[in-house]
């Protein structure tokens, strides 16, 4: 069992910036990919950002130049940095990692709420 906590999420005017946190905890041996998926009101969750466990990354064509993906390998932990948000960023942002060797799992957590205004 795993739990996914994310933070960071808020209200902020156009322009502004954010960065979401989400900090995995539990027993597991090896994080391989972890990301960060959208999901609009009235839309299908979307993914926004992932990176693997050597560092690549992969966003969408929406996000790219503006939002950064990184993590912590030591503290099992992954960010989002959002810059120049626009009000169509806003959703609720979900954690989401692949783990697990020989059998891989997949854990989600429970979603932060990011609001940009006009």
């Known amino acids: 069992q795993v739990q996914l906590v994310e933070s960071g999420g808020g209200l902020v005017q156009a322009g502004g910036s954010l960065r979401l946190s989400c900090a995995a905890s539990?027993?597991?041996?090896?994080?391989?990919?972890m990301g960060w998926y959208c999901q609009a009101p009235g839309k299908q969750r979307e993914l926004v950002a992932v990176?693997?466990?050597?560092?690549?990354?992969k966003y969408a064509d929406s996000v790219k130049g503006r939002f950064t993906i990184s993590r912590d390998n030591a503290k099992n932990t992954v960010y989002l940095q959002m810059n120049v948000l626009k009000p169509e960023d806003s959703g609720h942002y979900y954690c989401?990692?692949?783990?697990?060797?020989?059998?891989?799992?997949?854990?989600w957590g429970q979603g932060t709420q990011v609001t940009v205004s006009s």
């Open positions: 989401n990692i692949q783990y697990g060797l020989g059998v891989v799992r997949t854990a």
């Open positions: 539990g027993s597991f041996f090896m994080i391989n990919t």
């Open positions: 990176i693997t466990s050597g560092g690549n990354t």
